[in-house]
């Protein structure tokens, strides 16, 4: 039996920065590296215990005297879309999801940058040039996949070269799919691709039989983030482990 043993390991704390979703409030945050052959299984493990992955860190908020920020995630086996969600789901119905490698794209930062510029313009990441991106996405510690959401081409002989709506970069884990990022076209506002995005997330957890998909974080206060209580059953996490939540701390 080799004496191999798991290092601990080393947590940091950033320093107190404004805010991004509540105002007027400051925000902190504890991280650790992923790195090396352990970076997968301790990525796993720090999601059930309320961390998202940013590149090659894992973070939760650790802000002074306010616990806004809720880890939540979808009971993805037990989901059943709502009338309004099918309703979003048939709007849809000419997208195709296709998972591409994980490299960037001139294409999909376009696509990023309209985004950003119409929906967070003033957001941490609204700065992000294609070398950021790229970092993002191609330099993942763990199982990564890339989803492009494109419109079907009615032209047989360009089945994978349709205008591209939206993208979500999605870590693949043991016990579900964690949406690290997803951005798409804000001229699209019928479709709800936000909403149809992470439907049809659920339905690949459904399919492949992971029974999570992890949202991040639900702030009641924060319109940004206040739509996630709609994907139910949902979980959010606790002092005490994981609970079924809808909506009232």
């Keep these: 039996m080799t004496n191999q043993s798991l290092q601990f390991p080393k947590f940091y704390v950033t320093a107190a920065t404004p805010c991004a979703y509540l105002e007027g409030r400051e925000e902190r945050k ?11 299984s301790l990525n796993d493990a720090l999601s059930r215990v309320g961390f998202r992955r940013s590149q090659q860190v ?20 037990e989901f059943e879309a709502k009338r309004s969600m099918r309703k979003i789901i048939r709007a ?28 967070h313009a003033t957001g941490g990441m609204a700065g992000m040039d294609i070398v950021e991106y790229a970092d993002m ?8 996949t890339l989803v492009e959401y494109r419109k079907r081409e009615l032209d047989p002989e360009k089945p ?5 709506l939206g993208v979500c970069l999605t870590d ?21 691709l936000g909403t149809y995005m992470i ?26 983030m206040a739509y996630k209580i709609r994907f ?10 994981w609970h079924l939540f809808t909506g009232k701390k």
């Design 30 to 40: 504890v991280f650790t590296e992923l790195k090396g052959g352990e970076a997968q």
């Design 92 to 119: 849809n119905a000419d997208l195709v999801a296709r998972p591409v490698d994980t490299y960037v794209s001139g294409e999909q930062y376009s696509l990023l940058k309209h985004y950003l510029d119409s929906r």
């Design 199 to 224: 439907l049809d997330h659920i339905k690949k957890a459904q399919k492949a039989g992971l029974r999570h998909v992890y949202l991040g974080y639900w702030i009641e206060d924060s319109k940004k």
């Design 172 to 192: 693949v884990m043991a016990d579900g799919l964690s949406m690290v990022y997803s951005f798409y076209n804000p001229e699209e506002a019928d479709r709800s």
């Design 137 to 144: 996405v191609e330099n993942s510690p763990v199982n990564t």
């Design 160 to 164: 994978k070269s349709g205008p591209l």
């Design 232 to 241: 139910q059953p949902l979980e959010r996490l606790g002092p005490d482990g």
């Design 58 to 77: 894992a973070y939760r908020p650790a802000c002074e005297n306010c616990n806004a920020c809720i880890s939540v995630r979808v009971l993805a086996l």
